[in-house]
């Protein structure tokens, strides 16, 4: 919360009424484990990344989430990031990742204003961050889609980048976030069918929305995971959010295979 530049702060603040509660499960992993109970909820990955820029994050978010999922490491995922122009030592900060034990690195294009195949133009930092998850098992999550947050660039936002990283790092698991919403889902599931090491990530679509973003989603159920991307602009609640989704008119298996399978195929308990 300390880190945000107001901007990106108010965006934040803006039409949600309870704010307040938010700043709290921010200081009190306790409060926020509560408030997963209340809405269902078994586990969350909590996401960080660095993006100084356009939001304020710095690195100091690894340590900060790391301290956070101490509180309850089997329900709380912590997921970190690097910012290839924003370290002075790539090897050393990539070791402290690890020795944080960070479960997935979050990259966010549109925020941290970088193009996911960088290294093919000399952004060897991006190559070096692939190759060290790719080797230890850490699955790297990247937005794509559109961002409305104040100096967002949403050309990097495209999904059509990633396929290099695929391509590149076959044993890399990759997430798709939000499935390239709302302007290229057509991309996101493409990829998601033609790499086996491509997951599509559905939070940050209203559930009510997601079928006609991804007709066919059953197709790639067994490669698609459940989350929210509360407390981002635009989604109230996570307890609404499940609810909406256990709505759709999709197969039981299928709606768990979502909910829980793929997430249990990424992080085994
Ligand atoms: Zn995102």
Redesign the pocket.
């Known amino acids: 919360m300390d880190m945000f530049k107001p901007p990106a702060l108010e965006l934040m603040r803006a039409k949600r009424e309870n704010f307040a509660q938010i700043e709290e499960y921010c200081r009190s992993p306790k409060a926020f484990l509560k408030y997963m109970d209340s809405a269902g909820i078994d586990r969350a990955v909590l996401?960080n990344y660095v993006a100084p820029e356009v939001i304020g994050f710095t690195t100091g978010v690894n340590q900060f989430v790391a301290e956070y999922v101490k509180e309850d490491p089997k329900r709380l995922i912590p997921c970190g990031s690097l910012h290839p122009r924003h370290t002075t030592n790539i090897l050393a900060d990539v070791e402290q990742l690890l020795r944080l034990q960070i479960g997935m690195i979050?990259i966010?294009p549109p925020h941290q204003l970088l193009f996911p195949n960088d290294y093919l133009n000399g952004v060897t930092e991006l190559e070096i961050i692939y190759r060290a998850a790719e080797a230890n098992g850490i699955p790297v999550m990247f937005?794509t889609?559109t961002?409305i947050f104040p100096g967002a660039r949403n050309k990097y936002g495209d999904p059509v980048y990633v396929d290099d990283v695929a391509v590149d790092f076959p044993k890399l698991k990759i997430l798709l976030?939000?499935g390239g919403r709302p302007l290229w889902m057509d991309t996101a599931f493409f990829l998601v069918r033609r790499h086996p090491n491509v997951y599509l990530d559905i939070?940050?679509i209203p559930p009510k929305a997601l079928l006609q973003y991804f007709p066919r989603l059953e197709e790639i159920a067994h490669k698609t995971a459940f989350g929210t991307?509360w407390p981002?602009p635009g989604v109230p609640d996570i307890k609404k959010n499940l609810q909406d989704f256990r709505a759709l008119p999709l197969k039981r298996e299928v709606q768990e295979q979502i909910l829980s399978g793929t997430a249990l195929q990424i992080w085994p308990s």
């Open positions: 996401i979050k966010h937005h889609g961002s976030a939000h939070s940050g991307d981002g």
